[in-house]
């Protein structure tokens, strides 16, 4: 009995050896405990990155097209912003079924800059313009430039497979993977640069033009 009891203690302080080298050597490949021991070295630290954490900027930033040292503003006469408010108040008062598809577009592109141009793209994904985050992009599809797409179509890479989750906080989970406090700096910066040379106002412009039942 007296020898069980020692063989069972050895094993036990062999197996916590080997078990704090593995989470010493590399902390990543370390199995997470689960339960409450689990949360709390989770809080402490002590368990390494959480499983999926990645690191580093989004590698398609250096494939954005050129951006112009100086960008000449273009004229615009701001018809695309006004009609976008009317329909942007819809959007608040939870009308959006009442919008067809291009109300909906100019809605949600106004909306896009508006949110990226306060809060970046970080913002953006995390509030409520991020359940349409899909829908979003089809906007910009239709309505241009081909740069603001690029630049969004980069923003999307920083969820899995392009495709933010419907929920916000999954949202917010997904994008806390990422151990880059600046993602979004660089892209959040096109944005703001087509933002004041009214590229996007031009683009809304155009857009109800070519819909003038807008």
């Known amino acids: ?24 050597r590399d902390p990543s490949k370390a199995s997470r405990p689960r339960g409450k021991v689990g949360l709390a070295l989770s809080l402490l630290g002590a368990t390494g990155p959480a ?13 954005l097209p050129h951006a112009p040292a100086e960008r000449p503003k273009v004229a615009t006469t701001k018809m695309g912003q006004q009609v976008a408010a009317r329909l942007d108040a819809r959007l608040n008062v939870q009308l959006q079924d009442s919008l067809n598809e291009d109300q909906r577009d100019l809605a949600l592109y106004s909306r896009l800059i508006g949110e990226v141009g306060v809060n970046g793209f970080h913002g953006m994904f995390t509030n409520t313009l991020g359940n349409k985050a899909l829908r979003t992009r089809e906007a910009i599809v239709r309505m241009g430039p081909p740069e603001l797409l690029a630049v969004y179509d980069c923003a999307l890479t920083a969820f899995p497979s392009s495709t933010p989750h419907q929920r916000s906080d999954k949202r917010f989970d997904e994008l806390r993977a990422w151990s880059e406090p600046g993602l979004f700096r660089e892209l959040d910066q096109r944005v703001s640069d087509l933002t004041a040379s009214h590229e996007l106002d031009k683009a809304m412009d155009d857009y109800v033009s070519r819909h003038p039942a807008l």
Do not use: E, K, N
């Open 1 to 24: 009995m007296r020898t069980r009891v020692l063989y069972g203690v050895f094993a036990a302080l062999l197996i916590g050896y080997f078990a704090y080298v593995a989470v010493t």
């Open 51 to 63: 499983p999926g954490s990645r690191s580093g900027r989004l590698l398609c930033v250096g494939s």
